[in-house]
């Protein structure tokens, strides 16, 4: 019953509130106050700070866009407050028509906006964001300080999009960001219980544990001294010597802000973002 009663009190807020303009602000951000606790406010990063909307952080999802229907968002932000009691993480979830935010370096528009969102406002230093930018059409999704140097989601972006592209395709808008609070809840509750250094430590003895069959099973009938002893004379014969790279991975950090002690950082916890999209 009480569950109902809360349920009907924030589906009334939610129509009056949609009724009256932007809900989610809470202030206007001036370059006397720019309301930034995080990182200090310089010539650098001004820009950016002024066209970050300065909101209460307590709504969770931001449908600026207007793509989810009243319950929908309702149930969205009771299903965060749900992840945040579950992992202890903090979260965002942004939709927009229209975007401010200029590029920076490769980063477009959208991963500037949602990154500079989450930190330019008073959310926890370790949490996940979640943008659907309509005037790309474009979907980013990061994570933020403790995650980040997990890696949480920047592990996993391929497969989110997998799961993710075709809901956003069909306009299942409400579907999308469900299964991404499911999957990062379940992501990281995975890794923290069964951390990288682990499967690490099983991967070195597991493979010990083949090597020594092996070579319990394949015992050398002489003792080789070079590695000619392993060939036959005369069979090999090299023709053609060549180079070629088959793959490279770039890792990019974007961020024009600084932190509170006045050194370049991106993330409040010095963790910064990792994650991508599509």
Request: hydrophobic letters at 35%; glycine letters at 8%.
């Amino acid at each position: 019953m009480k569950n109902i009663f809360s349920t009907i009190l924030l589906l009334v807020a939610s129509l009056y509130g949609f009724a009256q303009g932007d809900i989610y602000s809470i202030g206007e951000r001036t370059e006397s106050e720019p309301h930034v606790k995080k990182f200090q406010v310089t010539e650098a990063n001004i820009e950016y700070v002024l066209t970050t909307p300065y909101v209460d952080t307590s709504y969770k999802i931001y449908d600026y866009a207007e793509l989810l229907t009243e319950t929908q968002r309702i149930q969205i932000k009771q299903r965060c407050r749900e992840f945040m009691s579950k992992t202890g993480l903090d979260i965002a979830i942004v939709t927009i028509n229209e975007n401010p935010k200029p590029s920076f370096n490769d980063y477009a528009p959208s991963d500037v906006y949602i990154q500079d969102f989450y930190d330019y406002n008073d959310f926890k230093a370790d949490g996940v964001m979640l943008i659907i930018d309509q005037a790309y059409g474009r979907n980013r999704y990061y994570d933020a300080g403790r995650l980040a140097e997990m890696s949480v989601i920047g592990d996993r972006v391929e497969s989110y999009a997998e799961s993710m592209k075709p809901l956003y395709q069909s306009e299942d808008y409400y579907g999308e960001i469900m299964w991404f609070i499911n999957a990062v809840e379940e992501d990281y509750l995975y890794d923290i219980s069964f951390p990288k250094w682990k499967c690490g430590i099983f991967a070195l003895l597991f493979a010990w544990l083949i090597w020594g069959l092996h070579r319990k099973k394949y015992k050398l009938v002489f003792k080789a001294t070079s590695a000619n002893d392993y060939k036959k004379q005369g069979s090999f014969k090299l023709t053609k010597e060549s180079t070629k790279f088959v793959r490279s991975f770039t890792t990019r950090t974007y961020s024009p802000k600084s932190s509170g002690s006045g050194s370049s950082g991106h993330g409040s916890s010095g963790g910064g973002h990792s994650g991508g999209g599509f």
